[in-house]
């Protein structure tokens, strides 16, 4: 019986206390005033400077196209995307490598049925 009401005295404890711990780290608090909150902005965490903002939306207006696409949700077409860095002689001799069993076994997963 002890070990259960001390139990439950700490899970009520910490449900109390979590709370306004998290809410330490905003810069918005709730209080008992009319308003219903107060503003901390030394609780505020360091973000980005304004030059780095701005340099991240030159960067992103350099390609216009893909700025336009993501803007709207957008996926990259496939052309657009990056490419696995092989050369195309590289798939080439890789290719001509494979193996007869290995060959099968491609021939088998992409030929339809």
Known sequence: MLIRH???VLILGAALTLP???QSSETWHQTDTEIGY??????????????????ELA????????????YRGLPLPASAQQGSGRTRAEV????EAMSEDERARLKEIYTPS
């Open 59 to 70: 960067e992103a207006k350099a390609d216009k196209r893909a700025w336009a696409l993501q």
């Open 20 to 22: 306004s711990i998290a």
């Open 92 to 95: 080439r001799a890789e290719a």
């Open 38 to 55: 107060e503003t901390a902005p030394s609780h505020a965490t360091g973000g980005k400077t304004a030059e780095q903002v701005r340099a």
């Open 6 to 8: 001390t139990r439950n």
